[in-house]
Structure formats: C-alpha cells, structure tokens
C-alpha cells in the first residue's frame, strides 16, 4: 500500500493555546476533515499539508515552531501564509472568482489579474512544501478549487507520482467556465492529476465538455480518459461524498441533543405539556373565543390588509386541532444557499395557509462566514431584513416563526436541531452536494422526519424520496414545504429508510476508500501505454506472416469495441465490420468472435460477415470451422431455459427495481442483470444481495453466476468461452493462434490457450494473458495491420488510419451520450 500525501487548502485541525503556553490541536468538524480524517489517523504513514489559518506575524520564530512541532506529532504539515497572500489567494481568486464562478453566480465573480497571480503564486508555495516529502510510490490526494494548479506543478517535477484531485464544489457549465480569463491553464493544472474526481456525473460531463472547448486538441477517449501529451492519462469521473453516518446517528442520541430536542419541542408547543399550548395560553384562549365570536379579534396581532376569513380560519385551526410542527435549516450564510428565497418561500406558506401560523417554528441556524466580503454583508442584511419581516408580520404573543440564530455551533447542538425538526428545508441555489440534507436523515435514523431538497445540489441524485424542488420557483418551495408539515409519520418513514439505506452504505470512509482505489488503477504502471509494446508487436506479425493457418479468438464488448452506457449502443461501426471482413474472408484465417452476447445480436450484427460465431458464452454458435451447416446451433445438454429464467427473471427484476437505472437483460440460455449506468455503491450494495439470493437457487438448477463487467448474469453450469473453443485450440490445425479479452469470462479463453499462443489482455485487472493493451483501438490498430498482412497481394488492404477516424467519430457520439444523459 503506497504512502498517502494529503492536500487540502485548511489543515483538518485547529491549533489552540493552552493556558501554560503549549499548543494542542482540535480536529475540525468539516465535510473533507471528516471523510478523509479517519483514513489519515488511521493510516501512520500518511501526511497532511494545509494552510494553518494562523498569522505568523503574531508569532515569534520559536512559536512557530513550537506551532510546527504540535502539528508534526499529527502528521500535519503547516503553511504559513502572509495577510497578502491570503487576500489575493484565498479571499481574490478562489473566493471571490472561483467560488462565485463554479456555483453559477458570474455576476459576483472579480476577475483580478493581481489575484490570479497572488493565486499562482500560492500553488507554487504549496508545491515546494509537497515535492522534498514525495517518495517512489506515494499516492499524492489534492483537494478542491484552492489548488487547481497544484497537480500540474508536482507533476512537471514527478512525473511517474500517482496524483489525484477532488473538487468538492459544483463544476460549472463551459459556457460559465470559459468566461474565467485563465480557464485554459486551469483546466491544464488540474490535467496534471490521473484522477480528476467530482461529485456528480453532470459535474464530471461538465468538464469533459470545458475540455472539448477549450483543449480541443487533447484526446480524451470516451471513458472519460484523456491522454495528456507527456504520456500520463488522467481519468474524470464521479465519487459523491458521503458523511460519517453512524456519527450523526450516535450524536443525535447525546445527552446535550436530546435537551435541546425536549427545549426547541417544548418552545414550540409540541412537548405532551404544551401540545395544545396555543389554545391555553392567553392568546389561544383569546383565540378559541375569537373563533367563536369575532374573528376581528387576531387583527391586534395581525397586519390589517389580511382578510377576515383568513383570521377566521387562523383561529379556528388554533384550537387544539392541529399538532404543532417545527422546520430547520443549517447554512453557512452564503448566497448560493438560497436563505432569502427560502425565507419567502414560508413567509408565502403562511399566507396561503394560515392554519400553520401558530404552529409552525422554523429554527434557522446561519452561521455568518466571509464576513470582510461586501456580498456577504449585503446578503447578512436582506437575511435579517427578511427574518424581521416575517416575524413582524405573523408572531403572536406567545408565537414566533423563525427562530434565527447566526453563531457557528458545534455538532451536539447541531444534532440536536436535527432531531428537533420534522422538517429540513435544504433549498441552496447551487451546491456540490450539501451535506446537511443527509445529516439531518441520518439524525432521524429509523424516525420520520422529511426533507425538503434542492434539485441543484448533488445530493439530489441520491436522495430521491425527499421532495426535490427548485429552489428558485417560490411557489413550489411553499407547496412542498406544506406538503412536507402534512405527510403522515408512517410515509415519511418509508421514505427515510430507503434513503438512510444509501446513506449508510455511501459514508464518507466508502467516498475516500473508493477514489483513492480508482486513483491506484488509473495510475498503475503500464497504464500509460496505449499501443501493444512494438517489440510483441513485431513478434506477432512476424508470426502472423510466416504461419499457414491463423486462428483468431476475438471476444467483442471492451476487447473490439469500447464498453458504453447502454449494450445496444455497442452496435459495430462500418469501418469494425470492414475490418472483421478483411480479416475473416481470408482462407487461410479462421476469425471467432467469442461473446456473452445473445445469439439474436450476434446475428444481426455480424450474421453477414465471414466469421464464426460463439454467443452466450459457448451456449450457442454458428459457422465454425468444419461445420457444414450455417444455422445457429445450440450446445447440447443445457437445461431448459423456460424453466429455470421463471425462477432467476424475478429475482433480478427486483434488482432492477431496487437500483435506479439498472435493468435485465434476457438471452436464450442466460439473464443478466447490468448497472453500469447505475450509482456505483447503491449498485454494489445491491449485487452483494442479488448474489446472495441467486447463490441459494443456482445450484439446483445446474446453473451458474458470472459477475462480468458491471454485470451479473446466470448461465447453464457447463458454458464458458472456454470450453467453446477447446476444440479448436485443440485441434492441431493452427501455426498461429491468438485469443483477445478484456473480463473475467475471456479469462477462460486464456487459461485453455497454448503457450505458444498469443494472448492479450485488454484494460486493467488480473489476468493470465500474457500480452496487454489498454483500451480496443491497440486491438483494432493490430488487427488492421495483421489484415494488412493477409492482405499483402490483396487488392483491398485494410488501413489502420481507417480505425482511428471511426473510433474518433464514435468518440463524439459517446461523448454526447454522456452529455445528454
Ligand atoms: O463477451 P462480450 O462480447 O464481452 O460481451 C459481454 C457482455 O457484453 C454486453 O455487456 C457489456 O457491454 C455493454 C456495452 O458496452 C455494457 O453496457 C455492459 O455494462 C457490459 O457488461 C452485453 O450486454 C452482455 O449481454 C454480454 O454478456
């Protein structure tokens, strides 16, 4: 396991003074401190460099280092930055250009070039304390929109380093992006990494489309990987963060939660003491008697232009009928959080239905930050402005609306509003994934308690039970907001445990574990070479040229043709089938593609062309060698396949169901159930399920499980590749043989290979192929030069710059695939 180098803007601990003059650290409670946190603490060689939020002019050398040595038995490494820097780095470009730019409000964005020059300078900083720790072998994790630059430059000095970077705030659209004067050299910086990690696949689409525009030249293949001209490939993909799960849920039980829980209930009237509080306090009895009589009696409290049948219902509704219901919300006092908005959204919900004024209580918590920041400011007094208003407005005298409160609190606390809430009103403008949504759930764990969520965060994409509304449409907030204050306990609780299943499943620990798996892959050697080495190459086409009779193995998805989203998408290109016939049509070459596909796609992708066809994993083929008929044959002693798909179709149909975006694919003799479009960890938690329930029917039914590429599928016991093809490996007829393969099922095809026979890998993973590839062009490039062999003499050889221009034009159709999605 490499050595972890951590790199994040703030340090995940705070340093404070004792009072006999020594320093202790406090660790932070922040989204990146606590996912990356544990796996720092717990790993002991790993470090962690960051700006120390102190100002070392109020320090003496001696204190400094006093400071260092703190952070040093932590495995912190701390940078000390000037006011100035501060300003033009921290404050200038990555607050008030970067910040504003990436959450869709160009018009606060300042385009300063002192700033993104104090900017640059600060990377570099930033990289001359990362490059003297970096040893052979380290995994170096930058973080967020501080240090966009950073991979770039430890790239330029390391370049065989593992580097990956995450941003933890929403990626913008390119027409957004392109505005920024120095997006090039941004999107260069981050290029820099082999992972470049996002929260969202809109987020990873957003910068692939950044980089169509803006770094045209650079090939990016529709993995989402593009190959950087130094010869790195640097991946782009999805890894939504998720929270300590079990924190929040054991915070949430605490002593000080559970008080503030019983006060705000008790406040609020919804303590069994004062459930009815408002038809026996003095104004409810006042109340109660108005409802009676004179409903003129709620204008002392009320503004005059409201209508008296509008007070009239408020006072009826008052009387006891009505459980009282409390919303919160939990915000940095950020304009991209939609406080004002938000605000008018209940301040309109108490208009239009009155029977919740005196007995709903929002609980605000905006904690101010950036507060030397005019913007900040500005939004800080429309906040209180607004807050005031509705107050003013509605309160009666022993009822207040909002309860707003601007201090930064602490978790217990915070957990403690959580519990108190029936309802959390989620709504920023833009975020990257807004945690707070999925800690108010996992403080309800096994409780109702409903969310009202913003579909411009990215927790919106997984957290689908709550009531998504547009955070901007006033009108739909209130009605959610009214709906959510309605919805019975028990509906609300069915949709918490789906959404708290994800979350406890998806926590911060998976988030870390995960990227920096995908991160050791992309960066894994020989990753970086896309072509066969031209010394096996050469080999193989010598071979090729001498031998009198070729046998070529050739499985199809991710070995021919890139994988994609979705399987009938991986239809042949014209210039594929022109290859496939090349190749095949000559007599001296027997060409087989070998392939779990059904035998239905096989033949209408490849029934005309002059190869041999093995579909379903061995279960069905047609036109092999020797063969004298041209029908489909099925392999003999397969079990009956209406039988046992009665049996194994609904257990996967409840798969599909579970996972959004997963769907089962049917074949003759197998089903499989795909989640490639699918959100990685909801799919994987379900595969685990499915093949516990498929373990306890396959084996009476003589059938098997192959877990493929972000599949599972069953199939009769006895198909494989393999054995499919063992006739012809065994049959003494080839002086040249060579099988292709890029999963574990094309491993059976290796493993029954010859030595003398070629086999090549296709991609990462284990395998005991002898030769690999990275990616299907290498394989169509070779066998477009093979062709050419065969062809030598032919009037029709096959160019391999033929390949390159269609995959290119594949390219384009899979990168708008992605886009559209
Ligand atoms: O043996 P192969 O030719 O590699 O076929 C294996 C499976 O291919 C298809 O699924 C895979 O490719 C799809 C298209 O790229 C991709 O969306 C999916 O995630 C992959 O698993 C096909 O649908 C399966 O039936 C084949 O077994």
Redesign the pocket.
Known sequence: MSRLIIVSNRLPMSLQARDDGSYTLRQNVGGLATAIGPYHRSHKDSLWIGWSGIDPQKYSEKELDRIRQAYRESRCIPIFLSKEELNGYYAGFSNNTLWPLFHDFSHEAVFRQEDWEMYRKVNMRFAQVVEPLIRKGDTIWVQDYHLMLLPKMLRERYPDASIGWFLHVPFPSAEIFRSLPWSREILEGVLGANLIGFHTVDFSASFLASLHRLLPELPVNRDGVVEMPDGHRAAIDAFPIGIDYNLYRRTAHSSLARAMRRGIDEVCGKSPRHRYRTSVTAEGVAANEAAASDANWWSHYMKEDIPESTLAKQAASSVGSRSNKVIVSVDRLDYTKGLPERLQAFGRMLDKYPEWVGHVTYYLLATPSREVVESYQRLKAQVDQLVGEINGRYSLLAWTPIHYITRSLSIKPVCGIYTAGDVALVTPLRDGMNLVAKEYLACHDGRDGTLVLSDMCGAADELTDAFIVNPYDIDMVCEALHNALEITPDESKRRNIRMQARLKVRTAANWCTSFLDSLRQVSAPGMTDRRLRMDHHNAIVRQWDGAHRRLILC?????????????E??KPTQALRRLLTQVGSNPDVDFL??????HQ?MQDWFGDLPVGLIA??GAWNRNLPGSDSNEWQRAKGLPDSDTWQKVIQPIMDESATRVPNSFV?S?SD?V?W????SDAQVADHERQDLLRRLRGVVVGLGLMIME????V?VTPVATS?GQAILPFVNSGDYDFMMAL???D??ETMFAVMPDKGWTIKVGPGQTKARLRVNDPTAVTLLLADLGAGVARGSNEPVASHDFRDDHTVVDEAHAQLTDDK
């Open positions: 499985d199809y998805d991710g070995t021919l043709t890139p994988l994609v989203r979705r399987p998408r991986a593609l070998v392939s779990g596909r059904s796609i379903e994993h694919e074949k197998a499989a795909h989640y490639r479009m493929n590429s972000k599949v599928e590749k393969g890029d999963d099922t094309d």
